[in-house]
């Protein structure tokens, strides 16, 4: 069963957005915040976004000013939006929906930047 439903990813030019997506389902409740993750070919995951449920933001440098992470107005829904995609934000996003309980991770949605 999947928990945490992630879309939105596909392919882009340089200088294109997309907006990525991520839902938690009934299991998982009392999120506290919503971590989004880039991890591109044979490198490891990171933490690029994140937002908590009051609604505080935070970035890494690669993509501050470009990416915005924002809670949706449907239960459980969070986004990030991405502007100005660059070739080197290709790769696999992941966002990690963290609990009193635990966390849950998203299958992951591959985003493509080339012309």
């Known amino acids: 069963q999947v928990e945490v439903a992630e879309s939105g990813g596909g392919s882009v030019q340089p200088g294109g957005s997309l907006r990525l997506s991520c839902v938690g389902s009934q299991k998982v409740w009392a999120i506290t915040a919503v971590e989004w993750y880039y991890q591109s070919l044979g490198a490891q995951r990171e933490l690029i976004a994140g937002?908590?449920?009051?609604?505080?933001?935070t970035y890494g440098d690669s993509v501050k000013g470009r990416f915005t992470a924002s809670k949706g107005s449907a239960p459980k829904t969070w986004y990030l939006q991405m502007d100005s995609l660059k070739p080197q934000d290709a790769g696999v996003y992941y966002c990690n929906m963290k609990t009193w309980g635990q966390d849950y991770w998203g299958q992951g949605t591959q985003v493509t930047v080339s012309s």
């Open positions: 937002i908590t449920s009051s609604g505080v933001t």
